[in-house]
T-cell receptor, first 114, second 110 residues
Framework: EAGVTQSPTHLIKTRGQQATLRCSPI?????VYWYQQALGLGLQFLLW???????NRGNFPPRFSGRQFPNYSSELNVNALELEDSALYLC?????????????FGPGTRLTVT | GQSLEQPSEVTAVEGAIVQINCTYQ??????LSWYQQHDGGAPTFLSY????GLEETGRFSSFLSRSDSYGYLLLQELQMKDSASYFC???????????FGAGTRLFVKA
């Protein structure tokens, strides 16, 4: 069974630009979660999508947005990039709802903003 | 507010037992999960407690006390490969949002 995949592995952008990160969940999983992990720190919850809908979001500005496609893959968009957006962005998937306690993570996208 | 507290670092000797504590304060609690993350790797799910008590999975056990808003991860027969960061994570009833602790870095010495 294939795990969660993310692309690209690394992304370098300039301040003010937009970044698009992609995630494909494990087959059969309907929920996708996005987290930001700054270097050496914990995971900050960004967004949760389930069945194509945004179900919850963390304390991040509106320039962090995303969507989930009919095949349950997901995209995270970060507009007007700032230097402090540099971090590892992790995507996770689960069966959703009460099964959200068990999330499977992808390898992450390392975003560097210069 | 919502917060989780766990020690930042723990050091133990190979073969020993170590306990990583986690206390939480959240508005709505569904359960407590534990994840392991090696340097440069992705977090991997270790265990989950939805009810009070002890859950055992091989060398790892996890405990939850809802009345004390407290849980712990117990690692037995420590191996060098257990050196990693360990995160507790609360699943809240408010829209099934997951809140992660800042992580505990475990160093296992020979």
């Amino acid at each position: 069974e294939a795990g969660v995949t993310q692309s690209p592995t690394h992304l370098i952008k300039t301040r003010g630009q937009q970044a698009t990160l992609r995630c494909s969940p494990i087959s059969g999983h309907t929920s996708v979660y996005w987290y930001q992990q700054a270097l050496g720190l914990g995971l900050q919850f960004l967004l949760w999508y389930d069945e194509g809908e945004e179900r919850n979001r963390g304390n991040f500005p509106p320039r962090f947005s995303g969507r989930q496609f009919p095949n349950y893959s997901s995209e995270l968009n970060v507009n007007a990039l700032e230097l402090e957006d540099s971090a590892l962005y992790l995507c996770a998937s689960s069966r959703g709802g009460t099964f959200s306690y068990e999330q499977y993570f992808g390898p992450g996208t390392r975003l560097t903003v210069t | 507010g919502q917060s989780l507290e766990q020690p930042s670092e723990v050091t133990a000797v190979e073969g020993a037992i170590v306990q990583i504590n986690c206390t939480y304060q959240t508005s709505g609690f569904y359960g407590l999960s534990w994840y392991q993350q090696h340097d440069g790797g992705a977090p991997t799910f270790l265990s989950y407690n939805g009810l009070d008590g002890l859950e055992e999975t091989g060398r790892f056990s996890s405990f939850l006390s809802r009345s004390d808003s407290y849980g712990y991860l117990l690692l037995q027969e420590l191996q060098m490969k257990d050196s990693a960061s360990y995160f507790c994570a609360v699943l809240t009833t408010g829209g099934f949002k997951t809140i992660f602790g800042a992580g505990t870095r475990l160093f296992v010495k020979a």
